[in-house]
């Protein structure tokens, strides 16, 4: 587990744009730009940070998304939890508190339906007792991986 300080957690600030570079960053903190190479590979080298592309399907022709909960039984939930992260279409999958077990993102589009999820993937999951689908329809600020072909 890595522990993040203040300088990391403003480095991470500074790079969401995904436009700044490291200079910008490093003139801002008044720290090397050697400095922040560093502790940007370090972050991500353990998994602690990632650098990518996001995507707003809201914005994109014929894309969506959906939240999807998951009630498990609970022998199941942490065969269940690989499995739904290994999914095509899923974002992100996590054991929650509440009403579910695992809640999951879900994106979709034309040739990846949500119906195509529903009928080719939720099947592949074990100890389903139940679950519930929650169709985004818009956000301020809703951005996504890019996963599907």
Known sequence: MVHLDDIDLEIIRQLW??????????KTLQVSTKTIGK?????????????????????????GAAFVGFRILPEYRKAALAIIDDLK???????VTG???IMA???????F???AFIEVEVC???GIKDMETF???????????????
Do not use: E
């Open 17 to 26: 744009n995904g436009r700044a570079s490291y200079s910008d960053v490093s």
């Open 135 to 149: 169709i985004a329809f818009g956000s301020q600020n809703f951005q996504l991986r890019y996963l599907l072909d």
């Open 89 to 95: 279409g899923v974002i992100m999958a996590a054991i």
């Open 105 to 111: 993102i879900v994106s979709f589009n034309g040739a």
């Open 99 to 101: 009403k579910f077990d």
């Open 113 to 115: 339906t949500y119906d």
């Open 39 to 63: 502790r940007v590979k370090v972050m991500t080298d353990s998994s602690a940070a990632d650098i990518t592309c996001l995507i707003d399907p809201f914005k994109l022709h014929d894309h």
């Open 124 to 126: 592949k999951i074990p």
